[in-house]
């Protein structure tokens, strides 16, 4: 179990080193012990989706590890988080953004958010529209959160074996984060990273111009 954690790593590694992707393992539902196997074997960004389960982790573990949120985030547990969070990847509403900025100020921090956009035809996921996201940039309650950065955007594909249908998703979002990152730069806002590919179509995103994969399964073995 440990030592294919090993092998997968290496497998997944040589896939990444062409790119400029950044890779972070998603930790979720995986014990501690898995955890400290992984830091052991060089991995310091972990993706969880529960907050609980990410407090109780970044307590028991080094903290010379980024912690990334990557699942849906309930307002009323944004302050678990905001005194050691990394990157939250699934910002997805000004009020879910104000209370962030709200809570990271208690702690003196300033949080790098991704904003999460809505890229799969075929299901229901979360995330917003275009015009969701306009709205969010353009507005000016946004200006004055000293204590946020937006970083970039974060997209999940389909979850098909159509390669064209995801290789089409993770195009549309890559061009919208080339838009943005021209048109949006201030105080807050910078838009350098791009979030998008998992275990089954990481290695598309990274064609399409990823920085930043999320990967469990294909590191850590199936969860339960
Ligand atoms: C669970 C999860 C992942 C990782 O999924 P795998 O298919 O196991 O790699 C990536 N992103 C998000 C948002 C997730 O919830």
């Given at each position: 179990m440990i030592k294919s954690i090993d092998e997968?790593?290496?497998?997944?590694?040589?896939?990444l080193a062409d790119s400029n992707a950044k890779l972070v393992a998603v930790t979720k539902t995986k014990p501690i012990k898995v955890l400290e196997h992984a830091y052991k074997i060089g991995l310091r960004r972990f993706g969880e989706n529960k907050v609980q389960e990410m407090v109780e982790k970044y307590e028991a573990l080094p903290k010379d590890i980024e912690w990334h949120m990557i699942g849906h985030l309930q307002t009323n547990k944004v302050k678990y988080?905001?005194?050691?969070?990394?990157l939250i990847?699934?910002?997805?509403?000004?009020?879910?953004?104000?209370e962030i900025n709200k809570q990271s100020a208690k702690s003196n921090r300033i949080v790098n958010c991704l904003l999460q956009v809505f890229i799969a035809t075929e299901e229901t996921k979360f995330g917003m529209d275009e015009v969701e996201l306009l709205e969010i940039l353009e507005s000016?309650?946004?200006?004055?959160m000293e204590n946020i950065n937006i970083v970039g955007l974060m997209g999940m594909a389909s979850n098909t074996l159509d390669t064209n249908k995801i290789v089409a998703e993770f195009k549309n979002l890559k061009a919208l984060f080339d838009i943005l990152r021209i048109k949006y730069k201030t105080n807050n806002i910078a838009f350098t990273e791009l979030s998008m590919g998992m275990s089954g179509d990481f290695e598309l995103a990274i064609a399409q111009g990823s920085t930043m994969v999320r990967v469990g399964s294909a590191l850590f073995g199936d969860r339960n």
């Open positions: 997968n790593l290496e497998i997944i590694n040589n896939k988080i905001t005194h050691f969070v990394h990847h699934s910002v997805d509403s000004l009020k879910l953004l104000a000016d309650e946004l200006k004055a």
